[in-house]
């Protein structure tokens, strides 16, 4: 199991960022997928979760409404669109691969850092 | 402020046994399965402990995971310099918005 995270940088308060995960080494389209993040110096916060056929869509309070989690089971991409960023999304990004019911997120991809700042 | 309460540190010296516990309420750790999660600094997480209180495979047995009630408990015995990390309990929350709720995590010293 591979997963591995890109496009993090440094945007600017109320810019946008699109992550990417790819994923090898597993059937991707039978797998749930999770995004995690981690701000500097402190603990894990999940983000969202999307079910292995994009039926179920799953949010966290803070950044609902802001963040897009989307896959490509084509081409076993997980995506996560973040718009209108703030100081603090500015954290370590992981995407997981689902092991069962959450949180089991058995695999984890090395994380990919955003920072919002101006 | 963490839904899932832990100590933010523990310590212990080899071979000790050393427990983490991680307090919840009626709506997560009571009514669902807990996991732990280590991590060391600058790495990703990894999963050891699943429904509460199976290993992960290729997890030793020196780690074992409990729960009753509203708390879980993560216990590391026989610690070894390698057991140095930060440890995350997590569950699902039957109450909040977010599915998954993580503990604040504790950092585990080997003196």
């Known amino acids: 199991v591979k997963l591995v995270e890109s496009g993090g940088g440094q945007v600017k308060p109320g810019e946008s960022l699109r992550l990417s995960c790819a994923a090898s080494?597993?059937?991707?389209?039978?797998?749930?997928m999770s995004w995690v993040r981690q701000a500097p110096g402190k603990g894990l916060e999940w983000v969202s979760s999307?079910?292995?056929?994009?039926?179920?869509?799953y949010y966290a309070g803070s950044v609902r409404g802001r963040f897009t989690i989307s896959r490509d089971n084509a081409n076993n991409v997980l995506h996560l669109q973040m718009n209108s960023l703030r100081a603090d999304d500015t954290a370590v990004y992981y995407c997981?691969?689902?092991?069962?019911?959450?949180?089991?997120?058995?695999?984890w991809g090395q994380g990919a850092l955003v920072t919002v700042s101006s | 402020q963490s839904v899932l309460t832990q100590p933010p540190s523990a310590s212990g010296t080899p071979g000790q046994r050393v427990t983490i516990s991680c307090t919840g309420s009626?709506?997560?750790?009571?009514?669902?399965?807990v996991y732990w999660y280590q991590q060391v600094p600058g790495t990703a997480p990894r999963l050891l402990i699943l429904?509460?209180?199976e290993r992960l495979s290729g997890v030793p047995d020196r780690f074992s995971g409990s729960k009753s009630g509203t708390s879980a408990s993560l216990a590391i015995s026989g610690l070894r310099s390698e057991d140095e990390a930060i440890y995350y309990c997590?569950?699902?929350?039957?109450?909040?918005?977010?599915?998954?709720?993580f503990g604040g995590g504790t950092k585990l010293t080997v003196l």
């Open positions: 080494g597993f059937t991707f389209s039978t797998y749930d």
């Open positions: 999307i079910s292995s056929g994009s039926h179920y869509i």
């Open positions: 429904r509460n209180d």
């Open positions: 997590a569950t699902r929350d039957d109450n909040l918005s977010d599915l998954v709720v």
């Open positions: 997981a691969r689902a092991g069962g019911d959450y949180p089991d997120f058995r695999s």
């Open positions: 009626s709506s997560n750790i009571a009514s669902n399965y």
